[in-house]
């Protein structure tokens, strides 16, 4: 996703909410130092007014020097230069009503990048199966009528999967480019109404929503998209710019804005996560990325996202991983077969002019754990005009090619082990490699091992196919946790980000992996409903908070992964995953339609313990609704350590946590008492008590979802979410030691050292 800075507000829990915000993610021993993602852009400031005041922008302060007007019944006001002011000097302006800091912005680059040919098509890879979309397609569902803004890098709009061109009866139908294709901000903005893309995020976003060959469709394909660039040639922008587009594409008429930018921000307040949230509460749906900082821990949610009405995406693994195709011919003695397979390739494709040449396994034992990982025996043979198959493991893969390329071997294939496929990474530059399934490779190594031959032809280079990922189906490692700082309830729902097949620069297809890839996803989801269904212009502004209840109560329970152990049927946790994997299938078709202000529990010592959820029943038929709880994994989120061995506790980093029980009581509507008439709406109450049993000192983590089915089948939730200790008594005092402290310049040198 793209890396927004850090931004910082009081909250009334300013203790526990503050030292969260402090609490680095660094490793035991290490010495204190400025994150290096938070941005403040020097003397620059974005300003809110009460009303237009109209006055103020017309005769600014002096030393105030206007950079950006913002008119819209969303956000009045202005982005502006101040030598010598703070926040709190500007606040006192007469029209004032806040003041912000603006942050800079910059370009991440996605966790995988894998280009394929300008004439890639998908055979058989879709992640569409695992959403439900693949049965709206079969009704005849493609979001036609709907329109999504697409805030990014922009859109290489001549890409024929994109529709070949801009404007009326375009797939892109047009719209704006606020920086130019310059290098601004290292010099001025050259804005123009020409998006086209020259960075290739927005380009594999938009296929992501809208997207289509004969061999592969986006999520979307007949929705129309609208592309507003905010980033040049160079991977940085700002909130300035983000709320000009977000304010633009309102006044536009859009019907759905998405936004694969942000980074480590949380509180929900900020300039640009307000601006948002308004632009949904007057009925455009947005959907903004949750952050690639997963292995961060918890509590490091995502700026933009943050917003309270802003539906925040995490990331799932796809569980089918695109792959170049080629065919495997299996002969023996009786027979001869012939099947489709996939490799993921290196560095570059196996040539077309390899055809039929024969598999040579290394070894025949397929749990060989440490194939080809040391000196091949002499009596190895030529290498040169086979390709030889090894084992996945113990070694590096540049390490089995080195000690295979000493006896000739020019294409190598590894099979995979028990680990999840992985784009395979390696330097040498001797040999082509690509990697394999384990089933593939060891149906190669059986009917070698019984006398047959099998034969590899890499003729058919111009499609992609798609390997089953038997990792797949799970959260995302890169996926950022919340919720904020505030005990707020974030990420809101899940869709697949891992291992992303899409549209690229130039006519091509990459793949790619983020938060940057599932967001798009949902959008394309909300455009299925706008389609279908109709949007703000048909349901009103209330339209766009309904859709996203719709959306996040669809979400299926993922299961928990950190470490690779098979926890069996413990649940992810809310923080990481909000409600779970979006169901574009319920989204659309469910008569039942839920709505709920967040089951926030807060802590322990502001505990929230009523909550109510409106349960309508839109369909034909009385139905009767049953109620449950499904917990999801507890966590502690603070490492707390003996004050003679490390005097400050930290949060966990990603890769520390471990499950714990932690499941609170709830008292649910009785069983069966809960039947409603067609169009007739009701409220489920729900009265939580706290989970006993645990460390307060660690901060325990606990949250789960309240499971509503009615009496046709249909089966959606809410998730909930809360910490089983007070947050202000035990984040005392609120800095962590060293901190805090005063940094100057551009090199952030702390200002003690500076004036010695």
Known sequence: MLLLRHLLHALPIAGGASALAHHHRRQDGQTASTNSSAAAVPKRFIIEYHGDAAGLRAAPEPGIRVVQTFDSDVFSGVSVEADGRSVDDLAQLAGVARVWPMKSIRLSPPTDLQTFSDDAAAANYTVHTSTGVDKLHAAGVYGEGAVVAVVDTGIDYSHPALGGGIGDGFKVSGGYDFVGDGTWPLEEKTPDDDPMDQMGHGTHVSGIIAGQTDYWVGVAPKATLRGYKVFSTIDSTDEDTLIQSFLAAYADDVDIITASIGGASGFEDGAWAEVASRIVNKGVVVTIAAGNSGDAGPFFASSGSSGKDVLAIASVDADTFPAQPFSLTFLTNSSSNTTTAGYIPATSNFPAT?????????????????????????????????????????????????????????????????????????????????????????????????????????????????????????????????????????????????????????????????????????????????????????????????????????????????????????????????????????????????????????????????????????????????????????????????????????????????????????????????TLAPGESRNATFTFTLPGGLNATALPVYSGKIVITASNGEQLSVPYFGLAADLNKEMTPVFETTYPFSTSGVADEDIKTKSS
């Open 354 to 674: 390899i055809r039929d040449w024969p598999i040579t396994p290394l070894t025949l034992n397929t749990s060989e754990a440490a194939d080809a990982c040391s000196a091949l025996p002499a009596s190895t043979g030529n290498l040169s005009h086979v390709i030889p198959l090894v084992r996945r493991g113990t070694c590096t893969f540049a390490t089995k090619q080195a000690n295979l390329q000493a006896f000739g071997a020019q294409y190598i294939l590894f099979y995979n082990n028990d680990s999840p496929l992985v784009s395979l990474s390696t330097d040498a530059t001797g040999s082509l490699a690509g990697l394999i399934t384990a089933s593939a490779g060891a149906a190669i190594v059986a009917t070698v091992s019984g006398g047959g031959t099998v034969l590899a032809d890499f003729t058919a280079n111009a499609s992609v196919v798609g390997l089953y990922n038997a990792a797949g189906g799970g959260p995302s490692a890169f996926t950022s946790w919340g919720g904020l700082y505030d005990l707020s309830l974030k990420p809101d729902v899940a869709a697949p980000g891992g291992n992303i097949f899409s549209t690229y620069l130039d006519g091509g297809f990459a793949v790619q992996s983020g938060t940057s890839m599932a967001t798009p996803y949902v959008a394309g989801v909300a455009a299925l409903y706008v389609g279908a269904l109709g949007g703000k212009k048909v349901r009103g502004a209330a339209f766009a908070k309904e859709l996203h209840a719709r959306i996040a109560a669809s979400g299926g329970a993922l299961p928990w992964s950190t470490d690779g152990t098979d926890y069996g049927d413990v649940a992810a946790p809310v923080p990481q995953v909000g409600n779970g994997l979006v169901n574009a299938f319920k989204v659309l078709n469910y008569s039942t339609a839920l709505a709920w202000d967040k089951l926030e529990l807060n802590d322990t010592a502001n505990f929230r313990d009523t909550h109510t959820v409106r349960v309508t029943n839109d369909g034909d038929v009385a139905l009767t609704y049953e109620f449950g709880v499904q917990a999801a994994a507890g966590f502690e989120a603070l490492e707390v350590f003996d004050a003679d061995v490390y005097p400050s506790p930290r949060l966990r980093a990603f890769a520390e946590l471990v499950p714990i029980e932690a499941v609170p009581g709830v008292a649910l509507p009785t069983s069966g008492d809960f």
